[in-house]
């Protein structure tokens, strides 16, 4: 059940006149009053024919005109509106239902507390069979001013404890986080202009989209501006800036004026301090995923940026930042990926996006090394390679399964609702980029006698999810890949053993093809040992025709074989 508050001015039988009206599409049936207060005193115009909708506001407004009357400074915002609404699902409601409900509703805004009959006024009209209108004037009988503060709080929760007590759908409970949904004339206009989107659901998109290209608030409110939005910064004496409002080309409103939305009604994470303290947070001396072989691109760093999600999720603060700089990351990648995997990781940071705050504050320096590697994405010339790519977006994925697992373990609802939507866009992102890779390695399966070793080292490696990976279709990918990077001086059983332990198995669908989009990262590098001198020696012998055999090192202790040559 949804209930939304709107203040609507001053004109009570304008809004009457709606809700007593035919609707904007013929859809207002029966009209009639369910509940209010002092209802045998009320004129009730859908059932009784010789009453007005005239007589029924200024029944309403009396408190008000009282103390218009008293005071010399005229009260004009005193008309409350909250519509509620039953779900698509929910069963017929019947008026005793919804008038037993509105009156909850009020209660709970502070509209009219039980038991108090100097409440302020108000009606519960019933025109459609799954919602009711409650239109409340906020002056009370003793001519004071209901206390309204955080009515929209207390008014959720009522609703919470509605779906319960009628058998309802059950929906989360709100955290003070979420955007503010789309007005019905904000809608109206967008329908009217042929607008996708609102303008403050279109601005939200294209400010998250601008914010991993900047370093600097001003960087952004630069970026936004040579990107076509309309922005009003609003500054100091001394020049600092203070507040910032964007608008959207072509929304105007009835004099032809640009209209603007400040930052904080676009969305509750994009006011300017927020995005200050996000973008402007102090830079370590050296990259924090620095290591003795550096990843080559900016697609490589972010993968082992990502290495963090591990560690760095233990303290609430790092995990809310952590989970923050995510969402720009997924950002970053959607904006450079290739065409074919673009539409899903879109799709996965639009929805991350309400992943990506709550109700903690996130120590923003702790997850810098994400959001430079987001940075460094958006600012790379070249485009990432198959497996790069499909690395990236497998690690991706598993960090969002951290960042839903975190947000479900604090009890936040609505943000591990929306990770888990944009889990399964990722899924599908890397399934498709993962598909090319997984073609290539499987003409090029080693023989059966390196699978047979390499199996060994599997076993020895993992050996709780060996035969999983061994009956998985992938393994003869993964054995292909474990062949190569052998090849190159790693040892298969360590490269496993580091890889399994990055990411839990028992979970994974198919957890071979886990291990190839991991070892694609870990085992592209040469490793300096003495198999790496071997595989440069066999190579040597192969460029020159000369037949040379490379020594391997003995067996291992406890029979462990020695490597078949490919």
Known sequence: MIAAIKPSGANTRGLLAYLYGPGRHDEHTDPHIVAGFAMLAMPDPGRDENATLTQLARYL????RLRNSEFGKKITDHVWHCPVRAAPEDRYLSDAEWGEIAQCIVAAAGIAPEGDDLACRWIAVRHADDHIHILATTVREDGRRPKLHDSGIRVGDACRQIEKDYGLRRLKKGDRTGTRAPTQAEMHKAQRLGW?????????????????HARTAEELLAYLEADGIVIKARRGPSGDL????????????????????PGGKIAPDLTLPKLQARLEAGQPEEHPTARRNRPTTAWHQATEALDSFRTDLADDTHAQAHITALGELLEATAQKAPTHLRTELQAASQAFARAQRSQIRAEDRAAHAIRHAARDIVHTATGPDGSALAALIAALLWAGIIANRWHAAKGHAHQADAARQALHHLQEAADQALTPTLLVLEQRQPKQETRRTLAHDVRAAVPDHADRILTDSNWPALAALLADAEARGHQPH????????????????????????RLQHTSRNPSPNPRAEAARLRTTASVTGQQATATLPPAAPGGRPNRPRR
């Not at 996708?196 to 991993?212: G, H, M, V, Y």
């Not at 360590?494 to 989009?517: D, F, G, N, S, Y």
């Open 494 to 517: 360590q490269l496993l053993k580091e890889a399994a332990a990055q990411r839990e198995l028992a979970t994974a669908r198919q957890p071979a093809r886990v291990l190839i989009t």
């Open 61 to 64: 407004d009396e408190p008000v």
């Open 196 to 212: 996708e989107q609102t303008s403050r659901e279109w601005l939200q998109d294209r400010i998250r989209a601008a914010i991993p």
């Open 242 to 261: 203070l507040g910032y409002a964007a608008g959207r080309p072509g929304d105007l409103n009835k004099d032809g004026e640009q209209i603007f939305h």
